[in-house]
T-cell receptor, first 110, second 116 residues
Framework: GNSVTQMEGPVTLSEEAFLTINCTYTATGYPSLFWYVQYPGEGLQLLLKATKADDKGSNKGFEATYRKETTSFHLEKGSVQVSDSAVYFCALPLNNDMRFGAGTRLTVKP | GAVVSQHPSWVICKSGTSVKIECRSLDFQATTMFWYRQFPKQSLMLMATSNEGSKATYEQGVEKDKFLINHASLTLSTLTVTSAHPEDSSFYIC????????????FGPGTRLTVL
């Protein structure tokens, strides 16, 4: 069945550093792929998504490209800010619900 | 975008009591809502799928008599933790699928339950 494997953290970066969080998937067909973000003490927010191969999702300076050749959907940001400190989840649909990666905790230090 | 609310945002209760958590879709109708549980520093685990007008579908290992789900309307689903025990302490998150976005879910802010 559909599943995602996500780079485990935690990840600690200095402000303005480049961020990459790896995510690979196993799926039947080509489902949409998602990144969700969870800020401390809050629920999940949709960060970005891509609905088909070669699509690039982007939001708030974050980007991820749906690559079917490598079955990957890595999350990137060129210059992180302290406010980006959160837990990031890669996800894809399975049946009617969503399957999440383990989550990667990002801490950005000033 | 679609908004999903949860109430309460946090609750502390005594062992043996029951706690009800509400999940509402504020600006769209949701025929299907989902309840997740999240332990500290872990990912979300699906507990059950809540279907409006019918019985919820529980994931394997989730006690349906302990976690009662009622999807009374197209905008409201409730999760009742019956006879709560300290091991039920967790962060409970609901989500709803926006009908206009087939595979996009919108999440509530979560409810932190602490059972003493």
């Amino acid at each position: 069945g559909n599943s995602v494997t996500q780079m485990e953290g935690p990840v600690t970066l200095s402000e303005e550093a480049f961020l990459t969080i790896n995510c690979t998937y196993t799926a039947t067909g080509y489902p949409s792929l998602f990144w969700y973000v969870q800020y401390p003490g809050e629920g999940l927010q949709l960060l970005l998504k891509a609905t088909k191969a070669d699509d690039k999702g982007s939001n708030k300076g974050f980007e991820a490209t749906y690559r079917k050749e490598t079955t990957s959907f890595h999350l990137e940001k060129g210059s992180v800010q302290v406010s980006d400190s959160a837990v990031y989840f890669c996800a894809l649909p399975l049946n009617n619900d969503m399957r999440f990666g383990a989550g990667t905790r990002l801490t950005v230090k000033p | 975008g679609a908004v999903v609310s949860q109430h309460p945002s946090w609750v502390i209760c005594k062992s043996g009591t029951s706690v009800k958590i509400e999940c509402r879709s504020l600006d769209f109708q949701a025929t299907t809502m989902f309840w997740y549980r999240q332990f500290p520093k872990q990912s979300l685990m699906l507990m059950a799928t809540s279907n409006e007008g019918s019985k919820a579908t529980y994931e394997q290992g989730v006690e349906k008599d302990k976690f009662l789900i009622n999807h009374a309307s197209l905008t409201l689903s409730t999760l009742t933790v019956t006879s709560a025990h300290p091991e039920d302490s967790s962060f409970y998150i609901c989500s709803a699928r926006n009908p206009s976005g087939i595979d996009t879910q919108y999440f509530g802010p979560g409810t932190r339950l602490t059972v003493l």
